[in-house]
């Protein structure tokens, strides 16, 4: 069954631009509650691990630099079917293919520097979630870890 859990990042590219406020709303007047929320700023060796899944692409050691390169919003997300409903609001990787209202449509740059993240399953936003999220910290928040 799905999960009610996702993880979402808003990507250095949005941060740095001053489209984190804008996001964030969007987020809130979309139905979910963000159950975690930290300011974080990756290193190398962190965003190779993050996007491991995609180690070998052509595009792999442009999106680690990218990643890496700023400041960036690290949210747990909580709505009906989480992973799912996300993937909807945030549209297509590239925002050229990304349908009217969605917030890649709004405000990604390109296809890279695409201004969000979503996960792609429940597995992986359990993943993603402990990736960022201390056991600790979840609970202190109110926030059920999931899975
Ligand atoms: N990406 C890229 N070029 C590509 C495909 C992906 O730069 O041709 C970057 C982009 O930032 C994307 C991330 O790599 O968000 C992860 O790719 P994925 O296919 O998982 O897209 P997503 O799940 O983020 O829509
Ligand atoms: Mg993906």
Redesign the pocket.
């Known amino acids: 069954m799905a999960g009610r859990t996702t993880f979402a990042m808003v ?1 250095p590219d949005a941060f740095e631009a001053g489209k984190a406020g804008r996001i964030l709303a969007h987020i809130e007047q979309s139905g979910y509650a963000i159950l975690a929320m930290r300011l974080v700023r990756l290193t190398r060796v962190e965003a190779e691990a993050f ?1 491991e899944v ?1 180690r070998g692409r052509p ?1 792999y050691q ?2 680690v630099s ?1 990643m890496s390169s700023g400041r960036a919003v690290a949210l747990v997300l909580d709505k009906a079917d989480a992973v799912a409903a996300w993937r909807a609001t945030i549209g ?2 590239d925002p050229a293919e990304a349908a009217e209202g969605t917030i890649r449509k709004l405000f990604a740059e390109s ?4 201004a969000v ?2 996960s ?1 399953s429940d597995e992986n936003a359990v993943r993603e979630v402990a990736f960022f999220f201390p056991e600790r910290e979840l609970a202190r928040l109110g926030a059920e870890s999931p899975g």
Do not use: I, P
């Open positions: 990507k996007y995609h595009f442009e999106l990218f297509a990787t296809k890279g520097r695409n993240h979503g792609d």
